[in-house]
């Protein structure tokens, strides 16, 4: 299997830390969505991650991939039923926290002129809002075996601190110990943005 997927993206990330964690090894080929030809042909929306399945079929969106990878994978499930629809709505906190770190980035990467003040202010408020959320929250995530709640919240801190610094630490003491302990798992570690 073939894994579109890059450097910085949380969400290639998510799904090499799901395709690592059940011991799925997959070829990640290196891909720049803004520049790839190919990846249109791969994914219309033309977004990374996207993943080839050894007939050629093809999966795209990181929460269809990494449910596909859990779903075929080695050791305990990532989306245990306990709990689920908690544990799941904590999960899009952490997945729309990355989202708003990316969506940031790129606004501050348009060129003068380009840039919208408002979007920037809009992402950056809920990168707050988030980041409060997943501290009020933190016990859940301290708790218990690897879920994919802990590891949308891995992503989007990861993202947010590689991009934008560590100012979230201020607003979430908690959520910062949790973190620094988190990411020392080798997962986390062998995917950590760079
Ligand atoms: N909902 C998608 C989001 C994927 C996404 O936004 N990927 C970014 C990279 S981090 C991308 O490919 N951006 C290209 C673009 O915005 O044109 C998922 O979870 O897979």
Redesign the pocket.
Known sequence: MKLYT?P?????R?AGIVAREHGIGLQEEVCN??ESGE?AGLNP?????VLVLDDGAVL????L?CEYLDSIGAGPTLYPEAGRWLWRTRMMVG?GL??AS?QLR?QQVLPDGEQSGTMMARYQNRISRAVVQLEKEVEALIEGPLRMDKICAVIGIGHVEFRHGEEWRDEAPGLAAWYDDARRRQSFAETAPK
């Open positions: 890059g910085t993206t949380p969400f290639g998510k969505p803004f990846l929306l033309k977004l990374i991650p795209h969106d990181s929460h991939i997945h990355a989202e990316v790129l």
